[in-house]
């Protein structure tokens, strides 16, 4: 495999795509530089400043209108600013990573203030400590309302969020009983939020006797339960495999996630030395795992926005296009997070998703049914809904292509992590020869409307 290729899988896999300007250097320096980036500082939503809840009781029924209109734009703001960060952050790996971790403490956020909380302790905490990261989760406003835990009280339980704490943020599986869940339960009576999303620790309703917990008794609470998950291995093996799942294969290597699970267990949980483990590995530089995920929806556009400087006409332009492809950050279909591989996939959407590219680039226009699902077989105008975007091809013109036989080779070599067959790049080449226009953006528009842009 050339250097070429390694680093634009590690740059797909760590982020959305390489740069054509990016001053590549050796494979080990560019693993260092992905971790070379600080924390992102917290996003804002600009124009939008959050009210208490005495001040809304205190308005007029019309101003209160006018503020809950006002955080209904702030949402959606919130969800394109994290967007456009991803898509456009000369490091993305630290935002790659915060959005991987949205899917794993899942939650459909309903309000701009817990949501830009949530979304700020996902990114401050990304490549920290996973048990920091836990920490901050079963604090978090957003997550304990998604998950109920404002109505787990003494005397009468909710066991919501004991049991997703468990089965999909620690453990897994088969790795507790029904009694762990009641008893985690208790340890997390009282844990909630106050109509600010700031985290309250309701000590009146908590309940203080003793719980029995992976066959250890004590007075526990909810940081004493993220003790009890980090001391068993199996929730570095949990981990493990969530991030194998995601970064190195959907049928994840078992010898790479024990390999990574003994790294997180021994560090005490660090995230960054998972990930360095992950990246340094031979079966993460195989040409079997090379071209072997397909993208998800925010993986595709991120990366036609990042190569492309893509901005649409308006921001809940975004939001369609992530409906129509069936990503919306923020907004997974369930506490289990969004589907992975093949399960983005059906005879609709793959038909958008290889249109994507032309719709964007070529007619500057995505023409949207606005049924709840794409139907691509009912591509019509609709109330004249349209998506309007302006793009850039400063970074299209960087790829050092010439005007020779191997132009489309090499743009093909920087596009596609699996080369198309011949005939199709004869194909490729028939069609732009025969066309007026510009022939390295023609070129780019179709190679990006092959499977093989799919994956990486």
């Known amino acids: 495999m050339s250097s070429q290729k390694l680093f634009h899988h590690l740059c ?3 982020g959305f795509g390489p740069d054509p ?11 260092v530089r992905l971790f070379a980036d ?13 009210t208490s809840v005495i001040d809304i009781r205190a308005m007029s029924l019309e101003k209160r209108k006018e503020y809950q209109r006002t955080e209904r734009q702030a949402r959606l703001k919130l969800g394109y600013l994290w967007f456009t ?11 790659k990573m915060a959005f991987f971790w949205s899917g794993h403490f899942a939650c459909r956020v309903n ?9 700020n302790a996902l990114r401050k905490n990304a490549l920290g400590n996973f048990g920091d990261l836990l920490r901050a989760m079963i604090r978090d406003a957003a997550l304990l309302q998604f998950l109920n835990n404002n109505q787990n009280v003494k005397g009468n339980p909710n066991e919501n969020f004991a049991r997703e704490f468990f089965e999909l943020f620690t453990l897994g599986r088969g790795n507790y009983t029904e009694q762990d869940v009641k008893e985690a339960a208790r340890a997390l009576t009282g844990w909630g939020f106050d109509r600010e999303g700031l985290f309250t620790f309701r000590t009146q309703l908590h309940d203080s006797g003793t719980k029995t917990i992976f066959g250890n008794s004590g007075n526990y609470d909810g940081d004493d339960l993220v003790d009890l998950v980090l001391k068993r291995r199996e929730c570095a093996m949990f981990i493990s495999y969530k991030i194998c799942r995601q970064f190195q294969s959907d049928s994840p290597d078992i010898g790479l996630i024990k390999n990574i699970a003994d790294a997180l267990y021994s560090s005490n949980y660090n995230i960054r030395t998972a990930m360095e483990t992950l990246f340094r590995s031979p079966q993460f530089r195989s040409e079997d795992c090379v071209g072997s995920k397909i993208k998800s929806p925010v993986e595709l556009l991120a990366g036609l926005f990042r190569m492309f400087d893509i901005k649409p006409e308006k921001e809940t332009s975004l939001l369609q296009l992530q409906r129509a492809l069936g990503q919306v950050p923020l907004n997974p279909p369930n506490v289990g997070g969004w589907t992975s591989g093949k399960g983005w996939i059906d005879s609709s959407t793959l038909f958008f998703r290889m249109r994507l590219s032309q719709l964007l680039l070529a007619q500057g226009d995505v023409i949207l049914d606005p049924k709840a699902e794409f139907d691509a077989q009912q591509q019509t105008i609709v ?38 067959s011949k005939s199709v790049a004869a194909l490729i080449k028939s069609q732009v020869t025969a066309n007026g226009g510009s022939a390295l953006l023609k070129s780019a528009i179709m190679l990006m409307s092959l499977p093989e842009y799919q994956i990486c």
């Not at 960060?85 to 935002?95: D, L, Q």
């Not at 309000?111 to 979304?119: D, H, I, P, T």
């Open 12 to 14: 797909w896999r760590s």
């Open 21 to 31: 300007g990016a001053d590549y250097q050796d494979y080990e320096v560019e693993v």
């Open 38 to 50: 600080n924390a992102p500082g917290d996003l804002t939503v600009p124009g939008w400043t959050p």
């Open 85 to 95: 960060k991803m898509a456009a952050a000369p490091n993305p790996f630290p935002e």
């Open 111 to 119: 309000s701009a203030q817990f949501g830009l909380r949530y979304v």
């Open 383 to 420: 109330n004249n809904r349209k998506i309007k975007t302006t793009f850039d091809t400063v970074k299209l013109n960087q790829i050092p292509v010439s005007k020779d036989e191997n132009q489309l080779q090499v743009l093909s070599d920087f596009l596609l992590q699996i080369a198309p």
